[in-house]
């Protein structure tokens, strides 16, 4: 009976002692992962680049333009890993086209007075600036121009960036950023069998070009020019010399009316290629990201 008592005391303790380390090693990691798995995330840490948003913000509604520019060009500078950083592109984007697309004066841009002999195309491009651009920000209604008229003429050197992967076209003058463009749509990617004993090619990551021409389309489809009346309605194209990388003028499904596209290309908002077409000038420089 002793000896049977004591090899039953024993057997408990093997036992018990597999499976205590059975449940200390295995069981009790699963079970910990699991009551891990099944709560609730932790609320990420607060971001610290809030209350100097809140501050741009606070200036803009004040309605100083320039003050809130230099705020949102600060903010945009200093806190590149905000979660308040697209907006603050956004309202920045907003700000720079409204000072540079009215009669406003501003650094960037300077008082022209009208010569004998004139016209715009000659102002424009004594000036390096588009004949669209001077019409828009000094609000005229025709080409003509007065011996004497005073134009307040934005100044500019525009480069653009077409990001497909984050479908954003961004506008930057001198180098700084100007504006960002959605991306509205895109071409279907199309997939090319690999030949055999073919080595894999890696995609270009990026690619430079130039702005090579502006085209703009009216109604029955034929190309007009910014002195002709049908231009005010005109779909525009913003062409570069990359394959692929058109921009057009794709208007919002709700209205009812067909895009006037290219074979490939990228659409975006009619008011948008409107505002690209008035800065950009052939020959700006055109980085694609894909």
Same mark, same amino acid.
């Given at each position: ?5 004591? $090899? ?28 891990? %798995? ?42 590149? %890993? ?69 134009? $307040? ?138």
């Amino acid at each position: 009976m002793v000896k049977a008592f004591i $090899i039953l005391l024993l057997a408990i303790g093997v036992f018990g002692s597999a499976a205590y380390w059975t449940y200390e090693l295995f069981l009790r990691p699963h079970q910990e992962l699991k009551e891990e %798995q099944a709560m609730p995330p932790e609320p990420p840490p607060p971001d610290p680049s809030l209350p100097e948003f809140e501050k741009c913000l606070l200036i803009q509604k004040g309605k100083d333009l320039f003050e809130a520019r230099t705020a949102f060009e600060h903010f945009i500078e200093q806190n590149p %890993q905000s979660s308040k950083l697209e907006d603050a592109r956004d309202r920045l984007g907003g700000i720079n086209s409204t000072i540079f697309l009215s009669p406003m004066r501003a650094p960037e841009k300077e008082e022209y007075v009208v010569k004998s002999g004139d016209v715009l195309n000659k102002v424009a491009g004594r000036l390096k600036t588009t004949p669209e651009l001077i019409m828009r920000s000094n609000r005229l209604s025709s080409t003509m121009l007065r011996i004497g008229q005073k134009l $307040i003429v934005p100044t500019g050197e525009f480069s653009m960036n077409i990001n497909k992967r984050s479908k954003l076209v961004t506008l930057f003058n001198r180098g700084k950023f100007f504006k960002q463009y959605p991306i509205r749509t895109m071409p279907v990617p199309h997939a090319v069998p690999a030949r055999k004993g073919a080595s894999a090619v890696p995609p270009v990551k990026k690619l430079a070009g130039k702005v090579s021409e502006k085209i703009a389309w009216a109604a029955a489809g034929q190309r007009v020019t910014f002195a002709e009346k049908e231009y005010e309605s005109a779909a525009h194209w913003i062409v570069s010399n990359v394959p692929g990388s058109t921009l057009y003028s794709d208007p919002d499904p709700e209205s009812g009316l067909k895009p006037h596209k290219p074979p490939t290309g990228l659409g975006l908002a009619p008011e948008h290629m409107e505002e690209l077409a008035a800065l950009l000038r052939k020959g700006d420089p055109v980085t694609i990201e894909q």
